[in-house]
């Protein structure tokens, strides 16, 4: 169940940052270190959220 959220909470910060075309067309490894700081820090916004029981939704 937390591999699901973690995948779920990903595909959210990727959606969000607008990075969705890019790796469909590059893959994960075509990400900068930037973009990919980016993600790791909404995803770990996110969990924060949902721990402390706020919503996530954007």
């Known amino acids: 169940m937390v591999e699901n959220i973690d995948q779920i909470l990903k595909n ?5 940052l607008g ?3 890019k790796i469909k067309s590059v893959g994960w490894s ?3 270190p930037k973009e990919t ?4 820090g909404l995803i770990a ?5 949902l ?3 706020k919503s996530i939704e954007a």
């Open 30 to 32: 075509g990400l900068s």
């Open 19 to 21: 990075l969705v075309d």
């Open 51 to 53: 721990k402390a029981g």
């Open 37 to 40: 700081g980016r993600v790791g």
């Open 45 to 49: 916004k996110k969990k924060r959220l």
């Open 12 to 16: 959210q910060a990727v959606e969000e």
